[in-house]
């Protein structure tokens, strides 16, 4: 396994923590981004370039309206961080889970290639079928999105004082 790969799986893994462990909104929703940003360095890694790049573009426009659904909702002044300490009981929590499932797993034998699972290595055909056949279709799911951050937004506008 390449160094590029176990930095991304890292990365997924600690995104993941930083949503489960942070009972702040504002931080969890930065924890799902930065988990989807290195989840498609994996894909990038693994060769499906074009899918990562479409599900990176999907999940920001989710978690823009996720990020606005969770801060037009919270209504604390001061936000529970990452360095408090119940947050860091959490994630050492999780650690010890991590590393008692990663030495349980360790004797089982995994042995699977990546490769026998791809069927179109070089994916540069997906492109050019985005912007012939798919163009129309990303610009109705764009209205989709901002229409949905504008109705979120206007739904929790009166919650607010």
Do not use: H, K, Q
Request: with cysteine.
């Amino acid at each position: 396994m390449s160094y590029v790969m176990f930095f991304g799986l890292v990365g997924v893994v600690l995104g993941l923590m930083g949503v489960a462990s942070n009972p702040s909104p504002y931080y969890a929703a930065f924890g799902l981004v930065v988990a989807a940003g290195f989840g498609c360095l994996v894909l990038v890694w693994v060769g499906v370039v074009f899918l990562s790049l479409i599900l990176f573009l999907i999940y920001l426009g989710g978690m823009l309206v996720v990020f606005a659904y969770s801060t037009a909702m919270a209504s604390e002044s001061y936000p529970v961080a990452w360095g408090d300490w119940t947050v860091v009981s959490y994630v050492v929590g999780y650690l010890v889970v991590l590393m008692v499932g990663s030495l349980v797993v360790e004797g089982v034998d995994m042995n699977c290639s990546i490769g026998e699972f791809l069927l179109v290595y070089n994916d540069w055909g997906g492109v050019s079928m985005l912007y012939s056949v798919g163009g129309m279709m990303l610009l109705v799911l764009g209205w989709v999105l901002l229409l949905t951050l504008f109705i979120v937004l206007e739904v929790t506008r009166g919650w607010l004082l």
